[in-house]
């Protein structure tokens, strides 16, 4: 009989599942330009640190939030005039060269008959800012898509993906000051949380230790 040995199988790409609003893209500081306008006040009246929904800024209701992103996306190319998170592009293209799959899911499709416009921004805002990405899904329930890592800044959206046993890094801003860890101020951090889980997904038991005659 001959003696058993291992195959030696290559570990797979990981998938990193990024969000975009409040993760790549400041929408929070280019949102709060446009509310100025549309509800006709200066800039300075409205508060930087806001929680999900925006009512520092009064809008109180889901009809109101709607318009607001409605004329923001339609009049004002909201996703395609968005600054940059810092380190958002350094950060990704460090992992995309290291290996891991950047797939890029988010919900902005949420408010029907503009769909075209919200993606058509998107994708322009993607190339110009040279961010790396494989996969863009357009998507509520971010856990359909599968990724092996998460990052997202929305509460409710790490709520459910940590409930449902997904690794997720919540990049923190002040709508999710309450979200425990793992959590990172800056893209610098996320990157090192990435790197650690990494490490810690291949020790654990996997094909690479099959045995095979």
């Not at 195959?7 to 975009?20: H, R, Y």
């Not at 863009?136 to 709520?159: H, R, T, W």
């Amino acid at each position: 009989m001959k003696p058993k040995k291992k195959l030696n199988l290559p570990n797979p790409n990981l998938v990193i599942g990024v969000d975009l609003d409040g993760v790549c893209a400041d929408f929070y500081g280019r949102m709060r330009e446009i509310a100025a306008e549309w509800f006709e006040t200066s800039l300075d009246k409205l508060p930087t640190k806001v929680t999900y929904g925006l009512s520092e800024w009064g809008v109180d209701t889901k009809e109101q939030y709607e318009s607001l992103h409605r004329f923001a996306v339609t009049q004002r190319d909201l996703f395609r005039t968005l600054k940059m998170i810092p380190g958002a592009r350094k950060y990704l293209r460090k992992l995309s060269d290291e290996g891991f799959r950047i797939r890029i899911i988010t919900h902005r499709l949420f408010i029907q008959f503009f769909h075209a416009a919200a993606v058509q921004q998107t994708i322009e805002w993607l190339d110009n800012n040279g961010i790396p990405y494989w996969d863009l899904c357009f998507m509520k329930d971010k856990d359909q898509v599968g990724a092996d890592i998460y990052i997202e800044d929305s509460p409710d959206n790490i709520a459910k993906l940590r409930k449902d046993g997904h690794f997720t890094i919540c990049l923190g801003n002040s709508t999710n000051i309450e979200v425990g860890q793992p959590k990172a101020k800056s893209w610098n951090g996320i990157y090192q949380i990435v790197k650690r889980r990494k490490k810690l997904i291949f020790l654990k038991p996997s094909i690479t230790g099959v045995e095979q005659n």
